[in-house]
């Protein structure tokens, strides 16, 4: 979640620290209360406890708008994880829950579920805790088909487990695991840069000049050391006597710096433009991260030296490990984009990148081939995604009863007990699936389209709905999964990323109920 998604209420509850005990009045007093604050001039009732009861009031009625739109939604949900630290060792941390989706309109939507400190969990239940109580308080067990964790300790197989079980899986099929990737590149990144001394990098800093503060950040990292080190290939440092006075880095260190930029520098060409791209959907991660793979080997089969092999070849199996174990869904939205279909799928393998090329490909489409399947017997794509009642209807009751013909009855179908039929039905529409072309054969037969940085593959599946109802269904659910909770700047934090400071000024219970409800308003107006 972007800090400044949150920043802009900061105004309306900076300084305010209040314990929720601190409000709970009784009902006689809620009433003298109300009168005295009734009697006193209007810029005189604004004040934190006045504001705090407005925003718990509002989340409460955005809440129930929000869990019946839940409930009636006909799509595949994702839930990301994002744990948020405060730098602050006496302050709070917090736990981002937030459910990804894409409407009736086609637009990609993140609507947080829970902003909630970890206070009073259990520690053998801190993993698994906001799942369950997201899941239970939107009741969205059947809903959700993917998660997207972090990339750091504390999500092992165990926990994994248990945070699938929190969802009811009635057809039988697992929740889909989607590892953050931002956090893959900043563990690849850190893990060299935990090689340098806090005396390398002051030492540097100096002779560079960037100023007395440093960014956390590792793309800003990335662009001094990479100044240092094209300011030592001139040899500034020896021709200027300017620098005869400042410590500079030994050679064995130079290699440490120069280790850093050149494979940092390849990860942060692919990472500007899955961060900074402007893309939304799913569909364009599989090749630039195809392409990370690939130059990555490339420059540790270029050699360089041991240091510089050794860390390749570390960085090089901490991506591997993310690749394999992301290869299936990530593919599967490239096919379902229409610039690549299995095109590029099979470009791929036929490279022999991977060890198991051919069966990969085979794979990704008995993958959507089964997935698309349960779409169709399903049904569901015969209704809105969203409809338009969920919203803003509630329901009356029927005034017309007793002016009118009383509505027909339901009759019950006597051929649920007709077995012959059945069989029948069965044998009918068998014969008819082998020879009928399924949407998802006839989208894979067509030519893929001609390449174009700037296509918006939800603007092409929505004009194409029609003709793809079913397996536009499947493309909405699929390009709605994200890979990475941070975005833009904040994808390049060194270290988890910590809350606004407004959030730290405000109790637990109005955090939650300014940041869920905020995130609420484009789909539900108040």
Same mark, same amino acid.
């Given at each position: 979640?972007?800090?400044?998604?949150?920043?802009?209420?900061?105004?309306?509850?900076?300084? $305010?620290?209040?314990?929720?005990?601190?409000?709970?009045?009784?009902?006689?007093?809620?009433?003298?209360?109300?009168?005295?604050?009734?009697?006193?001039?209007?810029?005189?009732?604004?004040?934190?406890?006045?504001?705090?009861?407005?925003?718990?009031?509002?989340?409460?009625? $955005?809440?129930?708008?929000?869990?019946?739109?839940?409930?009636?939604?006909?799509?595949?949900?994702?839930?990301?994880?994002?744990?948020?630290?405060?730098?602050?060792?006496?302050?709070?941390?917090?736990?981002?829950?937030?459910?990804?989706?894409?409407?009736?309109?086609?637009?990609?939507?993140?609507?947080?579920?829970?902003?909630?400190?970890?206070? &009073?969990?259990?520690?053998?239940?801190?993993?698994?805790?906001?799942?369950?109580?997201?899941? $239970?308080?939107?009741?969205?067990?059947?809903?959700?088909?993917?998660?997207?964790?972090?990339?750091?300790?504390?999500?092992?197989?165990?926990?994994?487990? %248990?945070?699938?079980?929190?969802?009811?899986?009635?057809?039988?099929?697992?929740?889909?695991?989607?590892?953050?990737?931002?956090?893959?590149?900043?563990?690849?990144?850190?893990?060299?840069?935990?090689?340098?001394?806090?005396?390398?990098?002051?030492?540097?800093?100096?002779?560079?000049?960037?100023?007395? &503060?440093?960014?956390?950040?590792?793309?800003?990292?990335?662009?001094?050391?990479?100044?240092?080190?094209?300011? $030592?290939?001139?040899?500034?440092?020896?021709?200027?006597?300017?620098?005869?006075?400042?410590?500079?880095?030994?050679?064995?260190?130079?290699?440490?710096?120069?280790?850093?930029?050149?494979?940092?520098?390849?990860?942060?060409?692919?990472?500007?433009?899955?961060?900074?791209?402007?893309?939304?959907?799913?569909?364009?991660?599989?090749?630039?991260?195809?392409?990370?793979?690939?130059?990555?080997?490339?420059?540790?089969?270029?050699?360089?030296?041991?240091?510089?092999?050794?860390?390749?070849?570390?960085?090089?199996?901490?991506?591997?490990?993310?690749?394999?174990?992301?290869?299936?869904?990530?593919?599967?939205?490239?096919?379902?984009?229409?610039?690549?279909?299995?095109?590029?799928?099979?470009?791929?393998? #036929?490279?022999?990148?991977?060890?198991?090329?051919?069966?990969?490909?085979?794979?990704?489409?008995?993958?959507?081939?089964?997935?698309?399947?349960?779409?169709?017997?399903?049904?569901?794509?015969?209704?809105?995604?969203?409809?338009?009642?969920?919203?803003?209807?509630?329901?009356?009751?029927?005034?017309?009863?007793?002016?009118?013909?009383?509505?027909?009855?339901?009759?019950?179908?006597?051929?649920?007990?007709?077995?012959?039929?059945?069989?029948?039905?069965?044998?009918?529409?068998?014969?008819?699936?082998?020879?009928?072309?399924?949407?998802?054969?006839?989208?894979?037969?067509?030519?893929?389209?001609?390449?174009?940085?700037?296509?918006?593959?939800?603007?092409?599946?929505?004009?194409?709905?029609?003709?793809?109802?079913?397996?536009?269904?499947? %493309?909405?659910?699929?390009?709605?999964?994200?890979?990475?909770?941070?975005? #833009?700047?904040?994808?390049?934090?060194?270290?988890?990323?910590?809350?606004?400071?407004?959030?730290?000024?405000?109790?637990?219970?109005?955090?939650?109920?300014?940041?869920?409800?905020?995130?609420?308003?484009?789909?539900?107006?108040?």
């Amino acid at each position: 979640m972007d800090n400044s998604d949150l920043a802009s209420d900061s105004d309306m509850v900076k300084n $305010q620290n209040l314990d929720d005990s601190e409000y709970d009045f009784e009902d006689d007093d809620e009433e003298e209360e109300t009168d005295v604050h009734n009697a006193m001039p209007y810029w005189l009732q604004i004040n934190p406890v006045t504001i705090r009861k407005e925003i718990l009031k509002i989340y409460e009625t $955005q809440k129930i708008k929000a869990k019946k739109f839940l409930k009636d939604f006909q799509g595949k949900l994702t839930l990301s994880y994002e744990w948020i630290l405060s730098g602050n060792e006496s302050t709070r941390d917090f736990v981002c829950l937030t459910a990804h989706f894409i409407d009736d309109n086609w637009t990609v939507r993140h609507w947080i579920l829970g902003f909630l400190t970890g206070a &009073l969990i259990p520690l053998d239940d801190i993993y698994v805790y906001h799942f369950r109580k997201a899941v $239970q308080d939107f009741e969205i067990e059947n809903k959700v088909s993917t998660i997207l964790l972090p990339n750091r300790y504390g999500f092992d197989e165990k926990n994994v487990d %248990a945070t699938r079980k929190c969802m009811d899986r009635s057809v039988n099929k697992p929740v889909f695991v989607v590892y953050c990737c931002s956090d893959l590149f900043r563990l690849m990144v850190n893990d060299m840069y935990n090689e340098f001394s806090w005396h390398l990098y002051e030492d540097v800093r100096m002779l560079v000049g960037w100023g007395s &503060l440093s960014s956390t950040n590792w793309n800003v990292r990335l662009y001094h050391l990479q100044q240092a080190v094209d300011m $030592q290939k001139e040899d500034a440092f020896s021709k200027d006597e300017i620098y005869d006075d400042y410590d500079k880095p030994s050679e064995e260190e130079w290699v440490k710096i120069r280790t850093f930029c050149r494979l940092a520098g390849v990860i942060h060409k692919v990472a500007e433009e899955i961060f900074e791209g402007g893309y939304s959907t799913s569909n364009v991660y599989f090749h630039l991260l195809a392409e990370l793979k690939v130059m990555l080997k490339r420059e540790v089969d270029s050699g360089g030296g041991d240091y510089f092999v050794g860390k390749g070849e570390k960085v090089l199996k901490l991506f591997d490990k993310y690749w394999n174990d992301m290869f299936l869904v990530l593919a599967a939205a490239s096919v379902l984009d229409p610039r690549f279909k299995m095109n590029y799928i099979d470009f791929y393998c #036929s490279k022999k990148v991977d060890s198991d090329e051919g069966s990969k490909a085979e794979a990704v489409l008995d993958y959507l081939r089964d997935v698309y399947a349960r779409y169709a017997a399903k049904g569901i794509y015969h209704k809105p995604i969203c409809p338009v009642a969920t919203v803003d209807y509630e329901e009356e009751e029927d005034d017309d009863e007793d002016y009118g013909d009383e509505e027909e009855k339901e009759k019950p179908d006597a051929y649920e007990g007709f077995v012959l039929f059945k069989e029948y039905l069965k044998f009918e529409g068998g014969c008819s699936r082998e020879f009928q072309e399924s949407e998802l054969d006839s989208y894979l037969k067509e030519p893929v389209l001609e390449w174009n940085k700037d296509f918006k593959a939800l603007e092409w599946w929505r004009e194409e709905s029609q003709k793809y109802p079913i397996l536009s269904r499947v %493309a909405r659910d699929i390009l709605s999964i994200p890979i990475s909770r941070a975005t #833009s700047y904040d994808a390049y934090v060194s270290e988890i990323r910590e809350p606004p400071e407004y959030v730290l000024s405000m109790d637990a219970k109005a955090t939650n109920a300014m940041v869920c409800g905020r995130s609420w308003l484009s789909l539900i107006p108040i």
